[in-house]
């Protein structure tokens, strides 16, 4: 069997690898450009939620993708996780972040600050597939300012009463176990609890999916909790813990939503680099004209720059090591790279760039969240200044 190294267009990253970290990818490869990339123009227009396509790479392992094999997972490497990612993200970015969500904070979470009744309950079937998680933090009024959220959680001598409204919540109307932040006490971010919420739950209910620039495949809707009744034993983690149990896991999140973006960029360069050979102007195909030539040189170069910043995130995570620098400035720099190549990608394409008979169209619409979402590129830079200044301060 070829490498899916050595085949990859893009010169994706090689070296280190193992024989089975290369089939895993190549698997996932196969998949994504067979049973994915076929239908993303078509769930893209009609915005149908890809629940065929997420059954089959539960199938695969990849739904809990790094959890433990004790807790239903994968037990994956990230370094392979995230390659995988890429493979996904460039048939569709919209499976890829539901498979990033899902892989990121709730069962990140889960694992490391539920009991084993929870695990057990709760991430063994989201590691498995079985189940879709979402993760319910940002507010209409709470967004990089997490800690200012207003959803309240209320004690009594049954458990927590939650009221609220949650918003940009990716599978909010899908997900059957949702991990929500509420204010159980004081203010700022030590007054916050996490608690998890099952499907069906009285009182809890989603909106209907936003209508969106891009991603309109991966529904984003608002989470209402209106008296929302939950057991003390859906507490995770201490109480008034909640956000510093987030804040935690949220390194995970940006090494995918990195790899998604870098899968996007890739994708752009792969169809800008074909339409430029195949594209005839004064005599020669527009490959041959620098003004193009150019721009696909410092595409290839960007991604493959942003990729080995990822992995190395990725390696960091695998090794035990800090690796939050490193995660947020693989989002900044991937999520850039991914608009610009995009960008560059609809240009070189000229007016049929514009069209939706063009698959770059899409890929322009669907790289602008990935500056926005998992923090924005301007918290990116301000988690990297932190880390800059503590070290050479």
Known sequence: MTSPLTAAPSGTFGFGLSDEQRLIVQTVREYAQAEILPKSAAYDRSGEYPREQLRGLADLGLLGATMPE???GAELDTVTY??????????????????SVQNGLPTQMLL????????????????????LGAFCLTEAEAGSDAASLRTRAVRDEHGWVLSGSKAWITSGNQADTYLVLARSGGSGASGVSCFIVERGTPGLSAGVPEEKLGLHAAHTTTVQLDDV??????????EGQGLKIALSSLDAGRIGIAMQAIGIARSALEHAARYARERVQFGRPIAEQQG??????DMAARIEAARLVALKAAWLKDQ??????????????????????????VQIFGGNGYSREYPVERLYRDAKITEIYEGTSEIQRIVIARAVLERLG
């Not at 193009?292 to 040189?297: E, H, M």
């Not at 400035?329 to 610009?340: F, G, P, Q, R, W």
Request: a negative charge; charged letters at 25%.
């Open 70 to 72: 004790r807790w239903g």
């Open 82 to 99: 995230a390659l995988c990612l890429e493979e996904i993200a460039a048939a569709d970015a919209s499976v890829a972040v539901i498979v």
């Open 112 to 131: 490391r600050h539920g009991t084993d009744e929870q695990r057990e309950r709760f991430l063994r079937p989201l590691a498995s597939g079985e189940r």
């Open 229 to 238: 009744r939950v057991p003390h034993e859906h507490l995770l983690g201490a």
């Open 292 to 297: 193009v030539s150019f721009k696909l040189a």
């Open 320 to 345: 035990g090591q800090p690796h939050g620098q490193e995660a947020s400035m693989a989002k900044l720099l991937a999520s850039e790279v991914a608009v610009d190549a995009a960008r560059d990608a």
